[in-house]
T-cell receptor
């Protein structure tokens, strides 16, 4: 299975702290994306990283990709209560038409 | 900012009934997708659609499912004879291209089969 698996399953931090979530996958990929989902809501795209990229930044988000270890990490710096959500990584299959989502990391930021 | 919209937000149906879930993708997007998320589980790919035909589908997308783009704006998912296990959130997504292109997701339709 291509599915990404996030780690940890749940993370609770104080506001202002950094949050790091990890994603591992099994087979080679073209791209990896991180999404956020607030409870009962749709998925919001955060960042896409290509297999030939090692790091990308977007505001308070930093994503790394290590294709040799088949893993990616999402770092949220200076967390806010509004960052409370579930975070998913999604990896593509060779055709690039479908993405395989992991089970997600549930992040709680305590004000 | 353009967004994917879905209707209805919540659909309740009796087992065995047909349901049609509707989506309006972002207007200049060419690729369309349906995903589902059973409560507490992963988001699962169902189908992708391009140029008026299915380009890829998963094992979940069996004969009871069908998709259609009946006009220039709507993209629909039909479940012919609903089962209890079809209860889930169904998300529509669209993108400008495949592969290294962001998929924009709609807010989802919660389907409850009784």
């Amino acid at each position: 299975s291509q599915q990404g698996e996030e780690d940890p399953q749940a993370l609770s931090i104080q506001e202002g702290e950094n949050a790091t979530m990890n994603c591992s996958y099994k087979t080679s990929i073209n791209n990896l994306q991180w999404y956020r989902q607030n409870s009962g809501r749709g998925l919001v795209h955060l960042i896409l990283i290509r297999s030939n990229e090692r790091e990308k930044h977007s505001g308070r988000l930093r994503v790394t990709l290590d294709t040799s270890k088949k893993s990616s990490s999402l770092l949220i710096t200076a967390s806010r209560a509004a960052d409370t959500a579930s975070y998913f990584c999604a990896t593509d299959a060779n055709t690039g038409n479908q993405f395989y989502f992991g089970t997600g990391t549930s992040l709680t930021v305590i004000p | 900012e353009p967004e994917v919209t879905q209707t209805p937000s919540h659909q309740v149906t009796q087992m065995g009934q047909e349901v049609i879930l509707r989506c309006v993708p972002i207007s200049n997007h060419l690729y369309f997708y349906w995903y589902r998320q059973i409560l507490g589980q992963k988001v699962e790919f169902l189908v992708s659609f391009y140029n008026n035909e299915i380009s890829e589908k998963s094992e979940i997308f069996d004969d009871q499912f069908s998709v259609e783009r009946p006009d220039g704006s709507n993209f629909t998912l039909k479940i012919r004879s609903t089962k209890l296990e079809d209860s889930a959130m169904y998300f529509c997504a669209s993108s400008t291209g495949q592969g290294a292109h962001e998929q924009f997701f709609g807010p989802g339709t919660r389907l409850t089969v009784l």
